[in-house]
Structure formats: C-alpha cells, structure tokens
C-alpha cells in the first residue's frame, strides 16, 4: 500500500516536472543555431524552473539606462553588470539564457540604452545590436525646412518628435534657447534658411530640442561675427541678407557661379529692377497656399509673397538654408 502510494507521487512528480520542463521549452523557443542538442538540452533543464523570471520586467520604470560594453568584454561580466543595475533578477541565469540562445557569441561591443520596463530576455536579445556612440547628421545647403526635418526624424538614434520640432522651426512654438539673430528677424517668423547648413554629431537619444539648439547656436557661431557688417555694408539688414542669400544658393548651379549671381541681383536691386529669380517662383511652387505642387509655373500669381518675377524687393523670409554668403557688390 505504501509502496502504491509513493509510485503515485512519484509519477504525479514526474508528471508536473514534464509538463514544466515541456512548458519552459516552448517559453524559451528554439535554441541558436550553433548550440549543440545536448548543451541545449541541458540549459532547458536549468533554466526551467525560473524561467517565468526571464519574461518579466523587473518594474514599470522607462527611464533610460546606459550600458558600454568594451571590446572582448566577456558575456559573464555583462550579465553580472546588467544584474547590478536592477535589470535582471539573477545573473547567472541571465548568463544561461544568453548561451541557450546563441547571443554570447554575437553579443557586439558598443553603447545600449536599456530601461526596466524591458524583460532580460529582452534585454539579452538586444544585446546583438549595439547603438553607435555618435550619431552624424548633415544637413545640405539648399534643404528646405520640411527636408531637415525629415532628415532627422529618420535618424532612429535621435529622439525626434516632427511635429514639435516643425512647430518651432515654423515660429508657432517656443524655441528651446536665446540666440543672437533672433533679435534681428521678426517675432515668430520662420527659421528657414536659419538652419545651418554642416555636419552635425550628437550622442545617441539626443531630443528634438537638443538637436535645434545645436542648429540654431551653429547659425550664431558660424555666421553673426561676421554677417551683420556685411549686411550693414551694402544697406541691408540680417533677414534680407540671409533671404538674398537663399535665393543665390539655389539660383547656382557651381559654387564659383555664387559671387557673379550675388553682383546681379544687388545691381538689379539698386537699379530698381525685378530680381527675376526662378528659385522663388519655385518655392512657390511647392507651398501649400497655392495647392502644392505644380509643373507649370504660370499658375503662380505675380503677388504670391515668394516670389520675385515681379517684386523689387526681397521676399518676406528665405527660402531654404544657405551654403555661404555672397551678397557684397
């Protein structure tokens, strides 16, 4: 009788123990390519009692974390520093799983952003894709606001939020800083064309704010020492300069072209006469406030504010950013 019984508890043990162990298999899903069937067999046993632990966070929390990993940097020393930080309950089973699943051996040396809301296998998976340490952007001369917008937001390792970023570069929301042209150009006026054109380079998860502060105080290094006495030199103040400027950089086709166009338009400004710029028509163009896009030129009116077939002045704002100034007669 009592041998009956401990037969039954024994099946019964036997029972649960592989329903678990069949039920942390597919939990773990299949092992990596290169793990061997009996090393794979083996980290499903191990990790079958706890591997629940492994699919659930430790806490809500979505604040970012930072994590390097150094070049031959061992898996081991990874998985005891993910734990440290909170991010994983128990080390070396983190470790196992990293091993079960092939990611010891692709694990990439570089920078992480991880947070708690994220279960460690989660974690251990991304671990393969190691974000770069900088982020390079450039923005052309030329680029038209909508462009470098959509330039950046397609850059996944910055934190760019469009339509908050257009809303400031467009005046309809606050800037995140003071600059020194802005108090040269009309409240609440555009900043295209005040978007200078260079190479930039941020660390990864950079903020939509961030990122124009960097623009707009590179517009302030790179061109207020200089560019108000040149405005000042040929009757013009920091709008008109920087808007005639546009015009020429889209007007040219090489980059020598720039100073015998610039004499053009200032004499033809001089005299009186109508700038007779094509850039401006084509921006006009493309604005929303004549129906968007069109191939036939005539279909813009000689008022339209941007352009200059027929106006002997020059346009309310500039038309993209510029590549250098070349606006001395």
């Given at each position: 009788?009592?041998?009956?019984?401990?037969?039954?508890?024994?099946?019964?043990?036997?029972?649960?123990?592989?329903?678990?162990?069949l039920a942390s298999a597919t939990q773990l899903g299949?092992?990596?390519?290169?793990?061997?069937?009996?090393?794979?067999?083996?980290?499903r046993a191990a990790l079958a009692l706890s591997s629940d632990q492994l699919f659930v966070a430790t806490s809500p929390d979505t604040q970012p974390l930072s994590l390097t990993i150094e070049q031959n940097e061992l898996p081991a020393a990874v998985a005891q520093r993910i734990a440290a930080l909170g991010l994983a309950p128990d080390a070396q089973q983190l470790l196992r799983y990293m091993i079960y699943k092939g990611y010891d051996t692709q694990m990439q040396a570089g920078y992480f952003k991880l947070n708690h809301s994220m279960p460690p296998a989660e974690i251990?998976?991304?671990?393969?894709?190691?974000?770069?340490?900088?982020?390079?952007?450039?923005?052309?001369?030329?680029?038209?606001?909508?462009?470098?917008?959509?330039?950046?937001?397609a850059q996944p390792h910055l934190q760019i939020d469009s339509s908050a970023l257009l809303s400031m570069i467009e005046g309809r929301a606050p800037l995140p800083g003071n600059y020194l042209f802005r108090n040269m150009v009309p409240p609440n006026s555009s900043l295209e064309g005040y978007l200078f054109p260079a190479d930039y380079v941020f660390p990864p998860g950079t903020s939509t704010n961030a990122v124009l502060d960097a623009i707009l105080r590179r517009f302030d290094d790179e061109v207020m020492g200089t560019l108000r006495a040149?405005?000042?030199?040929?009757?013009?103040?920091?709008?008109?300069?920087?808007?005639?400027?546009?015009?020429?950089?889209?007007?040219?086709?090489?980059?020598?072209?720039?100073?015998?166009?610039?004499?053009?338009?200032?004499?033809?400004?001089?005299?009186?006469?109508?700038?007779?710029?094509?850039?401006?028509?084509?921006?006009?163009?493309?604005?929303?406030?004549?129906?968007?896009?069109?191939?036939?030129?005539?279909?813009?009116?000689?008022?339209?504010?941007t352009t200059l077939m027929s106006l002997r002045a020059c346009r309310p704002a500039p038309l993209q950013t510029r590549a250098c100034f070349q606006c001395k007669p």
């Open positions: 009788m009592v041998f009956a019984l401990l037969l039954c508890a024994a099946a019964a043990f036997v029972y649960m123990a592989t329903a678990s162990f299949a092992p990596g390519p290169r793990v061997r069937a009996v090393q794979a067999l083996w980290l251990a998976a991304a671990l393969v894709n190691a974000m770069p340490s900088e982020v390079r952007v450039r923005i052309w001369a030329g680029w038209r606001a909508g462009q470098v917008v959509a330039s950046l937001a040149d405005a000042s030199a040929i009757g013009f103040d920091l709008p008109q300069l920087v808007t005639l400027a546009s015009i020429i950089q889209r007007e040219a086709m090489l980059d020598e072209e720039r100073p015998l166009i610039a004499r053009v338009f200032l004499n033809r400004l001089a005299q009186g006469m109508p700038l007779m710029a094509d850039p401006t028509t084509q921006y006009a163009l493309s604005s929303p406030a004549i129906g968007g896009p069109s191939s036939r030129w005539i279909r813009v009116p000689l008022n339209t504010p």
